[in-house]
């Protein structure tokens, strides 16, 4: 097997894998506030968050609308473009941009798909004299993006206290 093909197949298997966590924890929100609202114990649980998600569902479509151009861009990259590096860092930038939105949609609570597209990106840039830059431009970002960082200066919600509403037995499940 090329190495070529044995990179791709990995890029392929992390985007899959982001898809599958990045809707797992909009959908954990969505069913965790639906159980929340029809238990009617809305109250006690909002008086322990710092911060509420403005409407759970409309994030679960953003998050799959900021995916699914994601993943048409990686697409356009590896079969349209492949060789064309006018189009080529043009769309790393796009793909970085894009991964920043999901980062805020999902509210810092889960930041690995920037992994993904520094992966896409030191792949592609790997004979560029820019590599350096874009390296730490990861890494700066991806510290930056980090929840617990980001919750010192904003009212941030967390995936953890969704995961406390449930009790003890299904909290080690979820973990």
């Known amino acids: 097997m090329k190495k070529t ?3 791709s197949m990995i890029n392929y298997i992390m985007l899959a894998s982001n898809w599958l966590i990045v809707m797992t924890v909009c959908g954990f929100i969505c069913i965790t506030t639906n159980s929340i609202c029809n238990h009617f114990i809305a109250r006690n649980f909002i008086n322990k968050l710092a911060a509420l998600p403005w409407r759970p569902v409309m994030i679960m479509v953003q998050a ?16 349209l473009f492949r060789e064309n590096s006018r189009v080529e860092v043009p769309s ?30 030191i792949s592609h840039t790997k004979k560029s004299s ?16 980090d929840f617990g960082l980001m919750s010192i200066n904003y009212n941030l919600y967390s995936i953890q206290d969704y995961i406390n509403y449930y009790d003890a037995k299904i909290q080690s499940y979820l973990l």
């Open 5 to 7: 093909h044995k990179i």
């Open 64 to 79: 799959a609308v900021l995916m699914a151009i994601l993943t048409l861009s990686f697409l356009g990259r590896e079969f």
């Open 92 to 121: 790393l930038v796009f793909d970085f941009v894009v991964s920043i939105l999901l980062v805020m949609v999902l509210n810092f609570n889960y930041n690995g798909i920037l992994l993904w597209v520094f992966a896409n990106i």
């Open 130 to 145: 820019g590599q350096f830059l874009f390296v730490m431009l990861a890494i700066l970002s991806f510290v930056g993006t």
